[in-house]
């Protein structure tokens, strides 16, 4: 058993899963000490066997949702699992989309929260992460800490995460939109400062706004690839030096070093680092849609993301559940959560069986 770290919390457990597919079961059934709680090991892997657990509680589980990811597992043919984030990606509905249509976590009381709630959950051996199925989109911004605090305190980070998701993936679209095609749409004051901040800079907003985008990304994968401490040292330090100078050249206007600082932290806020990856990547076909057809572009992309979220399924269930909701009372624990005497009974997404 070792300390979670990279879903740490402040209030509540603080255990995490290992590498060893009998801990991690264990671990959950030290919580759950229930008659109903089984698990199915299978053999994946066509030249390396590898062992995974599928558990699920046989009572509330959908037992459609449990034959078909059985029969998706099953028709897996891949020679070596490393890790099983490898498997879910081989057994998603939609392996083209950006996003995760599993939620993947470290922690066992997450896991035991979503066990309860009709869930399937499959473990690997030498991996330390579980998969969550189904899964909905607003669920990747929830943290387990939601849980432990008070509904108020829950539903304001919730809220700031997943309007954070959006703010992150317009922020420098809007620069490009607004200096290129719509200067009208800005404050004269703004405007003005705008045009004195980018007075010595000779590209256009399209290229200034993919440069210091791209610095970024160096800087964060440069940083996550040396030890902790040098890493995090050259991303402080290189961040400040080439931010500093790059503005001081001429190459870039300190206003937009403000919006993409912001726009980076931002990125960071969902509690699943996967949907993080899908934020980054998203905004660069922000970016392209502001430099090519401005705030009419950003809006042809916003649709296509959209329809995008509306089409996706994850082991056949809706992506957006609960806005596409099965249930009404699905909506007391999404993007605001009402207290907890209000959110006893099960989601709609777990197809949970009527007795």
């Not at 919580?31 to 046989?58: C, F, H, P, T």
């Not at 995460?161 to 703010?167: A, P």
């Amino acid at each position: 058993m070792t300390d979670t770290e990279t879903e740490s919390t402040v209030i509540g457990p603080q255990d995490a899963f290992t590498e060893s597919l009998e801990t991690n079961i264990s671990l959950v059934r030290r919580r759950i000490q229930s008659s109903m709680l089984k698990n199915e090991n299978r053999i994946v892997g066509s030249e390396a066997n590898i062992k995974i657990s599928i558990m699920y509680m046989d009572n509330i589980v959908s037992h459609e949702n449990l034959d078909d990811l059985r029969n998706r597992i099953d028709q897996v043919d891949y020679p070596l699992f490393t890790d099983i984030s490898v498997l879910k990606q081989l057994i998603e509905d939609n392996p083209l989309s950006p996003f995760p249509q599993y939620y993947m976590t470290v922690r066992p009381d997450s896991i035991c929260r979503y066990l309860l709630d009709g869930r399937i959950v499959v473990f690997m051996d030498n991996s330390q992460l579980a998969i969550v199925c189904p899964t909905s989109f607003f669920e990747m911004f929830v943290s387990i800490e939601d849980y432990y605090n008070r509904w108020t305190t829950a539903s304001l980070l919730r809220m700031l995460r997943f309007f954070g998701f959006f703010l992150t993936i317009m922020i420098t679209p809007m620069y490009i939109s607004a200096l290129t095609f719509h200067p009208e749409i800005l404050p004269y004051e703004l405007l003005l400062n705008l045009q004195e901040s980018r007075s010595k800079v000779p590209f256009p907003p399209l290229i200034e706004v993919l440069f210091i985008e791209l610095i970024i990304e160096v800087l964060r994968e440069a940083g996550s690839r040396m030890p902790a401490k040098v890493g995090q040292t050259i991303g402080i330090v290189g961040g400040i030096v080439i931010g500093t100078a790059a503005v001081e050249a001429g190459l870039l206007s300190n206003i937009l070093i403000v919006l993409v600082a912001t726009s980076a932290l931002l990125s960071f806020l969902p509690p699943i680092f996967l949907m993080s990856n899908t934020s980054r990547f998203i905004r660069y076909i922000f970016i392209l849609s502001a430099g090519l057809f401005g705030l009419f572009g950003q809006m042809l992309a916003f649709a296509w993301l959209i329809h995008h979220l509306l089409s996706l399924k994850s082991l056949g269930t809706h992506y957006m559940t609960p806005a596409i909701p099965r249930k009404p009372s699905d909506l007391l624990d999404s993007v605001i959560r009402f207290p907890t005497k209000y959110i006893r009974s099960k989601t709609g997404i777990s197809k949970v069986q009527k007795k």
